[in-house]
T-cell receptor, first 112, second 113 residues
């Protein structure tokens, strides 16, 4: 079992719809969770961080964390073509801060 | 505030050579991590430095090494390059702790011929 798992996609969503990206992790002791967006040929860009159970909203983005079920998700409302990218889920496994594990990413395509 | 910077942006080397990559973190950030990204393996953690000490290390051979200076700038060295070392090498910095967000630099694209 991979430490951080994501559906590789591609996930195709019509413009204006809600895109839902999911991520599961194996280490129950994981402390912090991050979503990154990566455009082709570019470096990852942090878009959301979440640390406690529940929802966290930032503009069109909502991150959801459920530690009991060991999953974290990202919702993108009113999807735009510019949201087409690979989304990476990242999990900080331990409180000593050092090691962040990345999922393999989900390719999202927003179709006009 | 300036972001994470990496130099050089592109590098072409031949097998057996060595290479040194440089990373300057965001001002005030004391932790620098290095990652290798390839299409087949995704983003893989190399190592993290904090206050000039290696705090954690990924599963890479000893040919991959790094260091951090007192101003938090970091270098990564790869010796005896192999074709499989061709990748995008990313540096990321954060203030220090696990709850701090980590920000990436633009990366160095290394091609080994």
């Amino acid at each position: 079992q991979k430490e951080v798992e994501q559906n590789s996609g591609p996930l195709s969503v019509p413009e204006g719809a809600i895109a839902s990206l999911n991520c599961t992790y194996s280490d129950r002791g994981s402390q912090s969770f991050f979503w990154y967006r990566q455009y082709s040929g570019k470096s990852p860009e942090l878009i959301m961080s979440i640390y406690s159970n529940g929802d966290k909203e930032d503009g069109r983005f909502t991150a959801q964390l459920n530690k009991a079920s060991q999953y974290v998700s990202l919702l993108i409302r009113d999807s735009q073509p510019s949201d087409s990218a690979t989304y990476l889920c990242a999990v900080n496994r331990d409180s000593s801060a050092s090691k962040i594990i990345f999922g393999s990413g989900t390719r999202l395509s927003i179709r006009p | 505030k300036a972001g994470v910077t990496q130099t050089p942006r592109y590098l072409i080397k031949t097998r057996g050579q060595q290479v040194t990559l440089s990373c300057s973190p965001i001002s005030g950030h004391r932790s620098v991590s290095w990652y290798q990204q390839t299409p087949g393996q995704g983003l893989q953690f190399l190592f993290e430095y904090f206050s000039e000490t290696q705090r954690n290390k990924g599963n890479f051979p000893g040919r991959f090494s790094g260091r951090q200076f007192s101003n938090s700038r970091s270098e990564m060295n790869v010796s005896t390059l192999e074709l499989g070392d061709s990748a995008l090498y990313l540096c990321a910095s954060r203030i220090s702790g696990s709850y701090n967000e980590q920000f990436f630099g633009p990366g160095t694209r290394l091609t080994v011929l």
